[in-house]
């Protein structure tokens, strides 16, 4: 069921030949994360990414008084990873961890890059992601520069309907750049 899942995932983004397929699929190994689980830590080097079929990863840092600051939240169907520890080859600074159980689809860097090299479909398909990602991540940035705290919350809603049942609200507020109770007059309002 779940590769089924990732092919139908990675098909959004480009098709992908019965051939690509073939190449691809064995290198994903099937994998759980518990709650509280990373899938990556911060300082370690990134080695792998994953197709999250099912729950809920957050990617937060740590500020210098050691507070935390949610920065993304995947919801599954997603991809996960820390893509700039992976291009740069640098430690990762933004740890990913489980907000829910997990299912996931892991696969090795090296070997999508080894699978890429000689594959048209695997080169568009990388690109189109990092693609998508790049114009999520702008539009993020300028939501947070731009807009106000309640409007980004409605934004939230919108972009993960169901989240608000799974985590705890400060995880929300957080990613929201605001405290939890601010986060608790919004939601008074607009109930």
Avoid at 3 to 27: D, G, H, R, Y
Avoid at 45 to 59: H, P, S, T
Wanted: proline content about 4%; charged content about 25%.
């Amino acid at each position: 069921m779940g590769m089924k899942n990732l092919v139908s995932f990675l098909s959004q983004f480009s098709p992908l030949s019965e051939m690509t397929l073939a190449l691809i699929e064995p290198a994903f190994v099937f994998d759980t994360l518990k709650k509280g689980d990373y899938f990556v830590r911060g300082g370690e080097y990134a080695k792998e990414i994953a197709f999250l079929e099912r729950g809920v990863v957050r990617a937060f840092y740590i500020n210098n008084q050691g507070k935390e600051y949610n920065k993304t939240f995947f919801s599954a169907p997603a991809i996960i990873g820390s893509y700039a520890s992976l291009i740069s080859k640098e430690k990762n600074s933004l740890p990913q961890q489980a907000l829910s159980e997990c299912v996931i689809w892991r696969i090795k860097f090296d070997v999508i890059e080894r699978l890429s090299e000689n594959n048209f479909e695997l080169e568009r398909l990388r690109r189109k992601i990092a693609e998508q990602f790049f114009v999520w991540s702008e539009k993020k940035q300028l939501e947070m520069a731009l807009l106000e705290a309640k409007e980004r919350y409605s934004i939230f809603k919108e972009e993960h309907p169901t989240l608000e049942d799974t985590i705890p609200q400060y995880h929300i507020a957080s990613y929201l750049g605001i405290s939890p109770t601010q986060l608790s007059r919004i939601r008074q309002k607009q109930a």
